[in-house]
C-alpha cells in the first residue's frame, strides 16, 4: 500500500472565468515548499437533555476551505501570485517583459488550485480561490519564500487529475543575496531584517447555501504593513517617525540575468519607536510601519516584475 509523501506532491493553478468554476484547462504547474490549503468541517456537540448522561450524535457545521501556500519568489511563476493579489499587471516590453501590479483594484481575479497526492491517489481541486494575504521577509541569509494565505470557495476530491497537461515554467529563483531596500530612491544602510505584509482583507460572502459553501470573498481596504529592523546608527528615521513624514520604501530583487522585483511602497509612515540599550552589543531598533495611498502616484503600492513571460 503507497503512503502519501509531499516530495511527490504537486500543485496545479489556473484562472477562473467564471468565480467557483474550475476551468477544464491551461492550468500551469506551481512551485511551493508546504501548504496547509484544505477543508475542514467541525462537529456541533448535542445540547439536548433527557437522553441519559451520554449524548447524543453530533450535528456536522458550516464547510470552511481556506489555508497558507509557501512559494518560491521567483522570476516567473511568482507572477501568478501577484495576479491574485493585485489584480492583472500593465504589461509593457517585448522581451524581456515588464508587468506592473498595482494596488487599489476593486475587482480581484478567482482562481482554482488542484493538489495532488499521486501514491493514494487523492486529487484536491480548490475553486473561487482569492489571495487574502502575501506576505515575505527579507534577511541577510536563508531560503527566499512568500507566504500566500488563500480563502476558497470549497473543495472536491477525485482520484485522478483534473488539471490536465501542466504547462511547466522555468524556475528562476531570487535570493536573500540579490535583495536591497531603498528610502527616497537612496540605500538605507543598517537594516537586519524587513517584514512585507500586504492585505486584501477579503470578505466572505457567507450566505445559506445547501452545500455549504461561501458565494464568494469581496475585498475590503486593503493594507501595506511590515517592520523594519534597523542597526542604530543615525536619527533619520526617527526624525521621520517625530515629524510624522512620510516617505517612499523600495524593497527590490535583480538578478545578473536582467530578471528583477520591486515593490515600492510610496508613502510610508513609521511610528516613533522605544530605543533600548540591552547590553554591551550593538543597539537595534524595531520600526513597524503602514503604508497609505499617495497623492501623486494615485495608488499605495507597485509591484515591478521584469522577466521573459510574456502574459499573466
Same mark, same amino acid.
Given at each position: 500500500?503507497?503512503?502519501?509523501? !509531499?516530495?511527490?506532491?504537486?500543485?496545479?493553478?489556473?484562472?477562473?472565468?467564471?468565480?467557483?468554476?474550475?476551468?477544464?484547462?491551461?492550468? %500551469?504547474?506551481?512551485?511551493?515548499? /508546504? %501548504?496547509?490549503?484544505?477543508?475542514?468541517?467541525?462537529?456541533?456537540? /448535542?445540547?439536548?437533555? &433527557?437522553? &441519559?448522561?451520554?449524548?447524543?450524535?453530533?450535528?456536522?457545521?458550516?464547510?470552511?476551505?481556506?489555508?497558507?501556500?509557501?512559494?518560491?519568489?521567483?522570476?516567473?511563476?511568482?507572477? +501568478?501570485?501577484?495576479?491574485?493579489? +493585485?489584480?492583472?499587471?500593465?504589461? %509593457? !516590453?517585448?522581451?524581456?517583459?515588464?508587468?506592473?501590479?498595482?494596488?487599489?483594484?476593486?475587482?480581484?481575479?478567482? +482562481?482554482?488550485?488542484?493538489?495532488?497526492?499521486?501514491?493514494?491517489?487523492?486529487?484536491?481541486?480548490?475553486?473561487?480561490?482569492?489571495?487574502?494575504?502575501?506576505?515575505?521577509?527579507?534577511?541577510?541569509?536563508?531560503?527566499?519564500?512568500?507566504?500566500?494565505?488563500?480563502?476558497?470557495?470549497?473543495?472536491?476530491?477525485?482520484?485522478?487529475?483534473?488539471?490536465?497537461?501542466?504547462?511547466?515554467?522555468?524556475?528562476?529563483?531570487?535570493?536573500?543575496?540579490?535583495?536591497?531596500?531603498?528610502?527616497?530612491?537612496?540605500?538605507?544602510?543598517?537594516?537586519?531584517?524587513?517584514?512585507? @505584509?500586504?492585505?486584501?482583507?477579503?470578505?466572505?460572502?457567507?450566505?445559506?447555501?445547501?452545500? !455549504?459553501?461561501?458565494?464568494?470573498?469581496?475585498?475590503?481596504?486593503?493594507?501595506?504593513?511590515?517592520?523594519?529592523?534597523?542597526?542604530?546608527?543615525?536619527?533619520?528615521?526617527?526624525?521621520?517617525?517625530? @515629524?510624522?513624514?512620510?516617505?517612499?520604501?523600495?524593497?527590490?530583487? @535583480?538578478?545578473?540575468?536582467?530578471?528583477?522585483?520591486?515593490? %515600492?511602497?510610496?508613502?510610508?509612515?513609521?511610528?516613533?519607536?522605544?530605543?533600548?540599550?540591552?547590553?554591551?552589543? !550593538?543597539?537595534?531598533?524595531?520600526?513597524?510601519?503602514?503604508?497609505?495611498?499617495?497623492?501623486?502616484?494615485?495608488?499605495?503600492?507597485?509591484?515591478?516584475?521584469? @522577466?521573459?513571460?510574456?502574459?499573466?
Amino acid at each position: 500500500m503507497a503512503r502519501a509523501q !509531499g516530495a511527490r506532491a504537486q500543485m496545479a493553478l489556473a484562472f477562473e472565468t467564471t468565480y467557483g468554476t474550475p476551468p477544464l484547462g491551461g492550468y %500551469t504547474r506551481m512551485p511551493f515548499a /508546504s %501548504t496547509s490549503l484544505g477543508s475542514e468541517q467541525p462537529l456541533q456537540a /448535542s445540547e439536548l437533555l &433527557g437522553y &441519559g448522561r451520554d449524548p447524543l450524535a453530533p450535528l456536522k457545521d458550516a464547510v470552511t476551505a481556506d489555508g497558507d501556500v509557501s512559494v518560491p519568489i521567483d522570476a516567473a511563476a511568482f507572477g +501568478f501570485w501577484l495576479k491574485a493579489a +493585485f489584480g492583472a499587471p500593465v504589461t %509593457t !516590453g517585448v522581451g524581456p517583459y515588464t508587468h506592473e501590479f498595482r494596488s487599489g483594484n476593486w475587482v480581484l481575479p478567482s +482562481f482554482a488550485i488542484e493538489t495532488g497526492m499521486p501514491e493514494v491517489p487523492r486529487y484536491a481541486m480548490y475553486a473561487g480561490c482569492m489571495v487574502d494575504a502575501l506576505s515575505w521577509q527579507m534577511a541577510r541569509s536563508g531560503l527566499l519564500t512568500a507566504s500566500a494565505s488563500i480563502v476558497a470557495q470549497g473543495e472536491t476530491i477525485g482520484t485522478s487529475s483534473s488539471a490536465g497537461t501542466l504547462a511547466a515554467l522555468d524556475l528562476v529563483r531570487f535570493g536573500h543575496f540579490n535583495g536591497a531596500i531603498t528610502r527616497n530612491a537612496v540605500p538605507i544602510g543598517n537594516i537586519v531584517s524587513a517584514d512585507i @505584509n500586504y492585505a486584501n482583507n477579503l470578505d466572505r460572502i457567507e450566505t445559506i447555501r445547501a452545500d !455549504g459553501k461561501i458565494d464568494g470573498a469581496d475585498p475590503s481596504i486593503a493594507a501595506l504593513t511590515g517592520s523594519v529592523a534597523v542597526r542604530f546608527a543615525d536619527q533619520t528615521l526617527v526624525n521621520q517617525a517625530i @515629524n510624522g513624514e512620510a516617505c517612499e520604501l523600495e524593497f527590490s530583487y @535583480n538578478l545578473s540575468t536582467g530578471e528583477s522585483l520591486s515593490l %515600492t511602497a510610496h508613502a510610508v509612515y513609521l511610528p516613533r519607536p522605544r530605543i533600548e540599550i540591552a547590553g554591551p552589543q !550593538g543597539v537595534q531598533a524595531t520600526f513597524d510601519w503602514q503604508a497609505a495611498t499617495d497623492a501623486v502616484a494615485g495608488r499605495m503600492c507597485t509591484v515591478t516584475l521584469v @522577466n521573459d513571460v510574456e502574459a499573466y
